[in-house]
């Protein structure tokens, strides 16, 4: 039988499907204990509608490899950071044509800053360009902008960071 770990580390974001939740750093634990799964993620952010997807799909992942009894909990401190996206998860968000995040932003502790203001160069992910602008704060999910290269014309995402 393939280790819970494994399989749960398999799972894909239903959200960007090219990454597990083990390389968007999501996935915090699993334990097993006498036939007992328990399984720790942290969203992405508080509100993240693909929450209960990625409980299920865990869920289902699991009990398709023989493990019936698994628990999903969800902690929410720390809470999570775009820091937490392992190298290949940053290496698979470019070769799909999402720019990657820089640093998330550094606090002590309380609330993430948000900064409303103008961001930072972010590189394009087709030509590795700096040359881009923002086109919209949000794209096809509200962790990540929508972009433009002004030199290879190309339009893309960027995962923010946070």
């Known amino acids: 039988m393939v280790s819970a770990r494994a399989v749960a580390e398999a799972v894909t974001d239903p959200e960007l499907p090219m990454l597990t939740l083990a ?3 999501v996935l915090r634990d699993v334990t097993e204990e006498s036939g007992r799964v328990e399984v720790t993620i942290t969203p992405t952010y508080t509100g993240c509608p693909a929450l209960d997807t990625m409980r299920a799909d865990l869920r289902k992942s699991l009990a398709d490899a023989g ?16 820091d937490w996206i392992s190298d290949s998860g940053r290496r698979k968000l470019r070769e799909a044509g999402i720019a990657p995040p ?26 590795g360009s700096a040359d881009t602008a923002e086109v919209s704060r949000f794209g096809a999910t ?9 030199s290879c014309r190309e339009p893309f995402e960027h995962f923010k960071e946070i």
């Open 23 to 25: 390389e968007l750093g």
């Open 142 to 150: 509200a962790c990540k902008s929508l972009r433009r290269c002004e």
């Open 67 to 82: 493990y019936g009894d698994v628990e999903i909990r969800t902690v929410l401190d720390p809470p999570w950071t775009s």
């Open 102 to 127: 820089g640093p998330a932003p550094r606090r002590a502790s309380g609330p993430i800053p948000l900064a409303l203001g103008p961001t930072r160069r972010v590189r394009c992910p087709h030509c």
